[in-house]
C-alpha cells in the first residue's frame, strides 16, 4: 500500500503565499512523476504542476512564473510553493505520484480571498 499525506492548505489573502507539501509512504520502491491537480466548485480537475523523476517541470498556463513545484527523492515528498495567490486559486489541491500506478493525496483546501 502506498500513502500520500498531505499538508500546507489554509485561507490567504489575495497576494499571499502558501506551501502545499505531500510525503509519499508505504510500499515505495520508486517514483516516477510526481505533481499537483487541482479542482474548484462546479470545476473539472486540473494539473496544476508536474516534476519528473529528472526534475523537469510543466506548469499550467494559469500559474506560471507564480507557482514552484520541487522534490525529494530522498523524502519521498513533493512541494508546491504558491506566491502572488489570487481567488481564482481557490480549489481543493491533490497531489499524485506515478509509482505506477497512479496514487492520489486526500486533497487540501486552498481559499484565497480577495
Known amino acids: 500500500q502506498v500513502q500520500l499525506v498531505e499538508s500546507g492548505g489554509g485561507l490567504v489573502q489575495a497576494g499571499g503565499s502558501l506551501r502545499l507539501s505531500c510525503a509519499a509512504s508505504?510500499?515505495?520502491?520508486?517514483?516516477?512523476?510526481m505533481g499537483w491537480y487541482r479542482q474548484a466548485p462546479g470545476k473539472q480537475r486540473e494539473l496544476v504542476a508536474a516534476?519528473?523523476?529528472?526534475?523537469?517541470?510543466n506548469y499550467a498556463g494559469s500559474v506560471k512564473g507564480r507557482f514552484t513545484i520541487s522534490r525529494d527523492n530522498a523524502k519521498n515528498t513533493v512541494y508546491l510553493q504558491m506566491n502572488v495567490l489570487k481567488p481564482e486559486d481557490t480549489a481543493v489541491y491533490y497531489c499524485?505520484?506515478?509509482?505506477?500506478?497512479?496514487?492520489w493525496g486526500q486533497g487540501t483546501q486552498v481559499t484565497v480571498s480577495s
Open positions: 499524485y505520484i506515478v509509482r505506477p500506478p497512479v496514487y
Open positions: 508505504g510500499s515505495i520502491f520508486s517514483i516516477n512523476d
Open positions: 516534476i519528473t523523476t529528472s526534475g523537469s517541470t
